[in-house]
């Protein structure tokens, strides 16, 4: 009998596990656990193969686990969780033959060749060049940016920092958003806009600008009150979706991405709507003589919440994945 192996996307708050027969990408028996509700990575892991009946020893063999978090050598520190703990180490007190840990945003990367058409929304038609590299870029808790180019045996992943380059304004209202970005935070990344936080942190400064009352204390609030029709919440949301749009335009062409721009994350399928009313296309495609090439890349947006589980998958044979 083929054991399966474990797969799991880890973040500061949840650890979201699963099962995958080897050589197939489609994880079953998912389980979302609290981070809290465990002291370390191997309490937590234990208890998910005893939930789905796979606590006997010798059971599990391999397995694959995405974190939110820079890994690079043995000793691996979660940022939003007090976990931390040795690779070798969890490896040899899970008995295990093989043991992955990757970033979590390379898992997202790697997951989205996998990614089923009925979850894919199209934003721009375009066509994919084969064997050119496709950007993958998600807001979230921060603003992850990456890298797919299809090798010979199997995807490369190409890990980066983009979320980290300087914001740069295109117009008269973003040069004064990003005087007032500057005056809290000295240099202003494009992270600082768009995540999460950014989004809150958008609406505070349109606030600011139009000398109106801040009403909304989150992100969520924010969202709502724009579909509710209040005016600065929906300038907000427009121009989160504006610069997202600059961005990711600069990073295909950074990249060279002619195999398409995949978006992901959790705060893009909560804004599917507003893509069309926004100018993301617009901005996506507004790049000067380059406007061609930009007008050409298909643009999805991917709507399933088991991305970076895919990935993980994905890279649990991957020889290109350490």
């Given amino acids: 009998m083929t054991r399966p192996a474990l797969i799991g996307d880890i973040g500061g708050t949840n650890a979201r596990f699963a099962l995958v027969t080897p050589d197939t990408f489609a994880p079953r028996d998912i389980l979302s656990l609290p981070c809290a509700d465990y002291p370390g990575l191997v309490e937590a892991v234990r208890d998910y193969l005893s939930r789905v009946g796979l606590s006997g020893e010798g059971a599990l063999r391999e397995a694959c686990l995405a974190f939110a978090c820079p890994i690079r050598d043995d000793r691996v520190k979660m940022t939003n969780n007090p976990w931390t703990f040795s690779r ?45 590299a496709r950007l993958v870029i998600g807001p979230g808790t921060g603003l992850g940016v990456a890298g797919l180019f299809p090798g010979r045996h199997a995807w490369i992943p190409l890990p980066t920092e983009g979320g980290h380059v300087t914001f740069a304004p295109t117009d008269e209202r973003e040069q004064n958003l990003l005087r ?47 579909a509710g029709g209040d005016g600065v919440a929906r300038d907000t949301l427009l121009r989160f979706l504006k610069i997202l749009g600059d961005v990711s335009g600069d990073a295909a062409l950074t990249l060279g991405a002619r195999g398409g721009v995949t978006l992901c994350g959790g705060i893009l399928p909560r804004l599917l709507e507003w893509l069309p009313e926004s100018r993301f296309l617009e901005a996506f495609t507004a790049k000067g003589r ?9 643009v999805q947006v991917v709507t399933t919440p088991w991305t970076g589980l895919l990935g993980a998958a994905e890279a649990l044979h991957n020889p290109e994945v350490e």
């Fill in 88 to 132: 070798k180490a969890v490896q040899q007190t899970l008995g295990l033959s093989l043991f992955k840990a990757i970033n979590d945003f390379t898992a997202q990367a790697l997951g989205v060749p996998h990614v089923a058409s009925t979850d894919r929304v199209e934003v721009q038609r375009g066509e994919a060049v084969p064997h050119a």
């Fill in 180 to 226: 007032h970005f500057r005056n809290r935070y000295g240099r202003v990344s494009v992270e600082r806009i768009l995540c999460g936080q950014g989004l809150l942190d958008l609406y505070l400064a349109h606030c600011s600008l139009k000398g109106a009352p801040p009403r909304y204390a989150s992100a969520a609030e924010v969202t709502q009150a724009a």
């Fill in 290 to 298: 380059m406007s061609a090439y930009t007008r050409a890349i298909p």
